[in-house]
């Protein structure tokens, strides 16, 4: 079949490779893909928002697939503009309709979805420029520190965490005096949890789901977790901490209420939910929702999924996935991201990139990259996800950094310490 992927970073870079192995991949499309995915189909100058020029390409391509990779496509509606028009109804879209994106495009959505189904998570309050004089003096008397995030889509970059009232207090004027733009015009108060995180997911057809391995990201830009937050510079699979007795509490706690009220609010979800959580004690808590699968953490989990990716996405389609069993490898698997010298600040793009033909034991994930001339270059704050698959942890983070050091581009820079805090 010919399938259609959305989306330009490391995660639809993995999708893309995945897919690409299938026997029922007869033609993969990347829109608009970046430097890397041209090794595993055809790169297309699309935007993915542009959902008219998309309906378009679908039918002059004879489309019978389309993977939804990032989450700005979701929110903004286009498994509803399939749903709405004749000529693409029959189409399986793989990703959630918006009243299920809305899960991730709001924060206070997610939160009183949770409290409405009993799922647990840290206690929050939403406050708006009209309620702005409540929110400061809600804040005078909150524990510290305090976690404030925009309700809206704010690019990873919506939440912060303040050490002091008075810190708080300001930063809640900030965001409700547009520092997010519209993704601050609400702004969610949360207590601050101290505990570990790890991320957990789920592909569903709406009735019935599969646990894909779960994963550990690494947010800060820093040696041993400092400095400020990124997108992501890293990755492991499986998490050590997250035994089974643990996942299955996650499952019975959080993953069951979540499809289950999913189901009793009537809203039809197909494709991936993101289960952002915290291991507070031995208990989870699930601090936040995302309507597609995390990017460093894709890099990690797709490589230990053994069954055919394509063949997964149709029983999610057709609502088969009772029917599934999904095969993950006992192995474990380390991504390092390489990112652009000044991320997540001011960073330069256009660089030359050499040394990824010479990576020894690991797959190359390509994020902001581009083809020009011939010429791999740099063109994005996180360039290049480089993924170890092997026996064991140490192996899988030892032969990541080992093939990050081989890559070279002016201003390169990756953390040399991902994973090993677990070890």
């Not at 809600?138 to 309700?151: E, G, I, R, S, T």
């Not at 994020?367 to 064991?392: F, H, P, W, Y």
Request: proline residues 4%; aromatic residues 8%; charged residues 25%.
């Amino acid at each position: 079949m010919n399938i259609l992927l959305l989306g330009s970073g490391g995660r639809e870079s993995a999708f893309a490779w995945k897919m690409s192995q299938s026997e029922q991949c007869s033609k993969l499309f990347i829109a608009p893909g970046n430097g890397g995915t041209g090794a595993y189909g055809k790169n297309v100058n699309l935007n993915p928002n542009d959902f008219e020029a998309i309906k378009k390409f679908v039918l002059a391509e004879n489309i019978e697939l389309v993977v939804v990779g990032p989450e700005e496509p979701l929110v903004n509606g286009i498994h509803d503009f399939f749903a709405a028009d004749e000529q693409l109804l029959k189409i399986p879209v793989i990703g959630p309709k918006k009243e299920g994106a809305i899960l991730e495009g709001s924060k206070d959505f997610s939160k009183e979805f949770m409290a409405r189904h009993g799922i647990p998570t840290p206690a929050s309050k939403s406050f708006t420029n009209e309620t702005l004089a409540q929110g400061l003096s809600y804040l005078q008397h909150h524990n510290l520190p305090v976690v404030l995030k925009a309700d809206g889509l704010a690019a990873g970059k919506g939440v912060v965490i303040c050490e002091t009232t008075a810190d708080a207090q300001d930063e809640l004027k900030l965001m409700l005096g547009g520092k997010f733009g519209n993704a601050g015009s609400l702004v969610v108060i949360e207590e601050y949890l101290t505990g570990i995180e790890l991320s957990v997911f789920v592909l569903t057809d709406g009735d019935n789901y599969v646990i894909l391995p779960e994963a550990k990201d690494y947010k800060k830009i820093g040696q041993g977790d400092t400095g400020l937050n990124t997108g992501g510079m890293g990755s492991v699979s499986p998490v050590p901490f997250a035994d089974k007795k643990f996942l299955n509490e996650v499952e019975q706690t959080i993953i069951i209420p979540t499809i289950e009220g999913l189901k009793k609010d009537n809203i039809d979800y197909t494709g991936f939910i993101f289960f952002g959580l915290f291991k507070v004690g031995d208990k989870p808590m699930i601090i936040e929702y995302n309507c597609r699968m995390g990017d460093p953490e894709t890099e990690s989990v797709l490589p230990r999924i053994e069954n055919d990716l394509v063949e997964l996405f149709m029983a999610t389609a057709q609502k088969r996935l009772k029917d599934v069993t999904l095969k993950i490898s006992p192995k474990s698997a380390a991504t390092v991201m390489i990112v652009a010298g000044g991320y997540p600040g001011e960073y330069e793009k256009g660089k030359a990139m050499t040394g990824i033909d010479n990576m020894r034991r690991s797959l190359a994930f390509h994020a902001g990259t581009m083809l020009e001339g011939g010429v791999i270059k740099s063109n994005g704050g996180r360039v290049l996800a480089v993924t170890s698959l092997q026996d064991d942890m140490f192996e899988a983070l030892q032969s990541a950094t080992a093939d990050a050091a081989r890559v070279y581009f002016d201003g390169k820079y990756f953390r040399e310490d991902i994973g090993f805090d677990l070890m």
